[in-house]
């Protein structure tokens, strides 16, 4: 059971409300796979983690085979290959790593190499499985780190932390789960982001409800987008000063405070009641 949690930018709730989903169910997964920003590790601290590094494979021309015919310079349509002074040289940053150049190459001058873009790590604590993405810095795409968090097969509920917006790592995210947390801040900026990832898991014909994080008494216009949309509201978190402490300190409110604990375990009931009625249907 994948359950996605969602955002149409950083620092609406996201990590907030997976990490303490996680934290709620005992026994469960947590994935990290805001690749560029992990964090989720700093709330569960697993002190057991191991990591593994992540490749991709990158052209490596042999210059005593090129005949300088061009053939791989004209494929490349992201520029990461280009003829200079008789050789031609590699750009690995901006390489997609398709393979179309070494197929391409006459002379089989073209070969591939891995090439580390980050890394995995995996550890445990108190029950909770954590495992977390981390990109290099500079690096164009985590596509292939998120795949690698996603390919293993996971046992109970499992809460992934998506990356923020709606770009092709959070589709990869999402494409596999189960159901889909919509997290929203109370504001109009709050909608627009809103509206962005809702109309993403539309799109992959997702399940999916919303948690409307940081409220206060008065209008919310993110509530009133839900309720014209047909959105179901599955919890209201807050704006409170004590949860902004815990969250500070890097604390899992659900485990610190005991308000917070009944708050995240009627959200989990209720996410998985809303899981079990789609798999019903």
């Not at 994935?31 to 490749?55: M, Q, W, Y």
């Not at 409220?215 to 004590?242: F, M």
């Amino acid at each position: 059971m994948k359950i996605a949690v969602v955002s149409g930018k950083g620092g609406t709730g996201k990590t907030l409300v997976a990490v303490n989903l996680a934290a709620a169910a005992r026994r469960a997964v947590y994935i990290d796979c805001d690749v560029e920003e992990p964090n989720g590790h700093l709330f569960f601290k697993p002190g057991d983690a191991k990591s593994r590094e992540v490749t991709v494979p990158i052209p490596s021309v042999d210059a005593s085979r090129c005949t300088g015919c061009r053939i791989c310079t004209e494929f490349c349509k992201f520029n990461a290959l280009a003829y200079v002074d008789n050789s031609v040289q590699v750009f690995a940053e901006i390489c997609h790593s398709c393979g179309g150049c070494a197929l391409l190459c006459p002379e089989q001058a073209i070969t591939e190499q891995a090439y580390s873009i980050g890394r995995v790590q995996r550890g445990t604590l108190d029950g909770v499985d954590v495992w977390s993405g981390f990109l290099n810095p500079g690096e164009p795409s985590g596509v292939p780190i998120i795949r690698e968090l996603l390919q293993e097969e996971t046992k109970g509920p499992c809460f992934i932390d998506c990356p923020p917006g709606s770009a092709c790592a959070v589709m990869e995210t999402i494409q596999e789960a189960d159901y889909c947390i919509l997290v929203a801040e109370p504001t109009i900026f709050g909608v627009h982001n809103l509206r962005i990832v809702h109309e993403l898991v539309q799109l992959f014909a997702k399940p999916h409800g919303a948690v409307l994080n940081k409220c206060l008494a008065g209008d919310n216009p993110a509530e009133a987008y839900c309720r014209e949309q047909g959105i179901e509201i599955l919890a209201k978190i807050p704006l409170a000063q004590d949860l902004g402490q815990i969250t500070a300190n890097a604390g899992i409110a659900a485990r610190e405070d005991g308000k917070y604990r009944e708050l995240f375990c009627r959200l989990l009931d209720r996410v998985m009641e809303e899981v079990r009625q789609c798999s019903n249907s």
